[in-house]
Nanobody, 123 residues
Framework: QVQVVESGGGLVQPGESLRLSCAAS????????IGWFRQAPGKEREGVSC????????YYVESVKGRFTISRDNAKNTVYLQMDSLKPEDTAVYYC????????????????WGQGTQVTVSS
């Protein structure tokens, strides 16, 4: 059974860091792209970052470039999202999602979703 589970959210102050984890089971990361999405209250779910399954290519939405870093540990079957220099506008529920091989920016292209983890950036 394909499953992804997020962890690592929390409450931090502006400028601080968090690392989110997406633990995958039932499949290997070599064959699946993992995307990170976020949804703030009253807003649509948006793509934040993605790492492709075949060649490990990485993608970021413009608003997080230079601050967020996506990576994966194949031995642990886990994808990470390192979030530095966090801003209040980064506050949202963060989800990871899996689809075969290639990254896409739209949530509808992903087949398997985690339950989400809350990230709150506030002073």
């Amino acid at each position: 059974q394909v499953q992804v589970v997020e962890s690592g959210g929390g409450l931090v102050q502006p400028g601080e860091s968090l690392r989110l984890s997406c633990a995958a089971s039932g499949f290997t990361l070599d064959y699946y792209a993992i995307g990170w999405f976020r949804q703030a209250p009253g807003k649509e779910r948006e793509g934040v970052s993605c790492i492709s399954g075949n060649d490990g290519s990485k993608y970021y939405v413009e608003s997080v470039k230079g601050r967020f870093t996506i990576s994966r540990d194949n031995a642990k079957n886990t994808v990470y999202l390192q979030m530095d220099s966090l801003k209040p506008e980064d506050t949202a529920v963060y989800y990871c999602a899996a689809r075969g091989f290639h990254c896409y920016g739209t949530p509808g292209e992903y087949d398997h979703w985690g339950q989400g983890t809350q990230v709150t950036v506030s002073s």
